[in-house]
């Protein structure tokens, strides 16, 4: 997720869909996102910062993940 973002924000200044696509992330704070795993460390701080509410099907396990 901060790969992305910062590929977006990088391009954004010679592609114009990316400049479009930067502007649009203001418009996502508040809104629902599903994952069926457990985001990594990276995906939740960009996560954070888009203000996204998550949700997730993934258990934490004492050997690992599975899924409900």
């Known amino acids: 997720m901060s790969e992305l973002l910062i590929a977006l924000a ?7 869909a990316a400049g ?18 457990i985001p990594t460390q990276g995906d939740q701080v960009g996560i954070r910062r888009l203000g996204l509410n998550l949700t997730t099907d993934a258990e934490q396990t004492p050997g690992g993940y599975f899924l409900r």
């Not at 990088?10 to 114009?16: H, K, Q, R, T, W």
């Not at 930067?22 to 599903?34: I, V």
């Open 10 to 16: 990088v391009s954004a200044n010679s592609n114009p």
């Open 20 to 37: 479009a696509g930067l502007k649009a992330l203001r418009s996502l704070r508040g809104c629902e996102m599903h994952m069926t795993h």
